[in-house]
């Protein structure tokens, strides 16, 4: 079965801290890749990163970094030094090859507080 | 800039109207794709077309149909609202992806009420 857990619902952390946000998956396919979505208020869901199956480097942009490890199935990413525009749904996903939809974890809500 | 463009951002509806949802994107993209979204069950698929004329159902397709007669058009019909389809609606294109690569651009999405 191809499926993606986000256990946390919702987290609230406050100004400045770091935050992970776990994403967990599952598949018995060799060759898929993942992503992370943001969504703030305004609804619209932002791409923020892509990383496929063969690919375990690490990756860091600016305050964002993803943890990619195959030998848990994991994907996490952390947010360091948070700040109130992190507050947002973050989605985890995964896609397979042959044109097939994205499969979604079911968000975790994060609430940065002032 | 690229864009998904969904018609209406709130909307109210009766229960037993026929109502329907549009979404319009600007990148030529081949698949276009219907999610709905609710608390604590995230995003789940409605249907989903990869060309013109063509649909696939998604996970959750009991109460909704679609019509794919553009390529850059893709709208969800529910043909007789009822408050269980009261949700955030959102639409997402990507390109023809055989590899797994392209991640999605979504619209911003319609926040359907049933009353």
């Known amino acids: 079965a191809q499926k993606v857990t986000q256990a946390q619902t919702e987290i609230s952390v406050v100004e400045k801290e770091d935050v992970t946000l776990d994403c967990v998956y599952e598949?018995?396919?060799?060759?898929?890749?993942l992503f992370w979505y943001k969504q703030p208020p305004s609804g619209e869901l932002v791409f923020l990163i892509r990383?496929?199956?063969?690919?375990?480097q690490n990756e860091i942009s600016g305050r964002y970094s993803w943890n990619f490890q195959k030998s848990t199935s994991s994907f996490n990413f952390t947010i360091t030094a948070s700040q109130v525009v992190d507050s947002a749904v973050y989605f985890c996903?995964?896609?397979?090859?042959?044109?097939?939809?994205?499969?979604f974890g079911k968000g975790t809500r994060l609430s940065v507080i002032a | 800039d690229v864009k998904v463009t969904q018609s209406s951002r709130y909307l109210v509806k009766r229960t037993g109207e026929k109502v329907f949802l549009e979404c319009v994107q600007d990148?030529?993209?081949?698949?276009m794709f219907w999610y709905r979204q609710d608390p604590g069950l995230g995003l789940r698929l409605i249907y989903f077309?990869?060309?013109?004329?063509?649909?696939e159902k998604g996970d959750i397709p009991e109460g909704y149909s679609v019509s794919r007669e553009k390529k850059e058009r893709f709208s969800l019909i529910l043909e007789s609202a009822s408050t269980n389809q009261t949700s955030m609606y959102l639409c997402?294109?990507?390109?023809?992806?055989?590899?797994?690569?392209?991640?999605?651009?979504f619209g911003s999405g319609t926040r359907l009420t049933v009353v």
């Open positions: 997402a294109s990507s390109p023809i992806d055989w590899t797994g690569g392209y991640g999605y651009t």
């Open positions: 598949t018995r396919d060799t060759t898929y890749y």
């Open positions: 990383r496929n199956s063969f690919d375990e």
């Open positions: 996903a995964l896609r397979f090859s042959g044109n097939t939809p994205l499969v």
């Open positions: 990148m030529d993209h081949e698949n």
């Open positions: 077309s990869y060309d013109v004329k063509m649909k």
